[in-house]
C-alpha cells in the first residue's frame, strides 16, 4: 500500500512538471514575460555574460537562470516551450535533490514524500 502511494505521488510529481510543456498556453506570470525578454535578448546580442533588459544590465537574478533560458531559446527556438523548460528542469532537480537528501539523513519513504511535496 505505501509503495503504490509513493509511486502515485512520484506520477502526480511529474504530470505537474510536464503539462505545462505540453498544454500550449502563452506565459502568464509577468516574470516569465520579463525573464523571457531577457534571456531572448541574451540571444539575439550574443552577450552571455551580462543580462540586460532594455538596455540595461539587469542584476536581480543569477545569471545560471538566464544562462540556461538563453541556451534553451537558442536551441529550441523563440518559443514558449523553451522560455518554460529552464525552470522546470532546475525545479524538478530541487526536488530530486531534496529526496535524496531526506533520504539520506531520514531514509527512503520520507525521501519519497519530501520529493512529492517539493514538487507542489
Not at 45 to 54: N, Q, S, T
Amino acid at each position: 500500500m505505501q509503495n503504490t502511494l509513493l509511486l502515485l505521488a512520484a506520477a502526480l510529481a511529474m504530470v505537474i512538471f510536464v503539462l505545462p510543456l505540453a498544454v500550449n498556453f502563452p506565459l502568464l506570470d509577468p516574470d516569465e514575460g520579463l525573464h523571457a525578454s531577457i534571456a531572448q535578448e541574451m540571444v539575439e546580442r550574443g552577450d552571455w555574460v551580462v543580462p540586460h533588459f532594455l538596455g540595461k544590465p539587469f542584476l536581480d537574478k543569477p545569471f545560471l537562470y538566464f544562462w540556461c533560458q538563453a541556451l534553451s531559446l537558442k536551441c529550441f527556438g523563440m518559443n514558449e516551450f523553451a522560455v518554460r523548460l529552464p525552470g522546470l528542469f532546475l525545479g524538478f532537480l530541487g526536488c530530486i535533490t531534496t529526496g535524496i537528501v531526506g533520504w539520506r539523513m531520514f531514509g527512503r519513504t520520507t525521501g519519497w514524500w519530501q520529493a512529492s511535496f517539493t514538487a507542489r
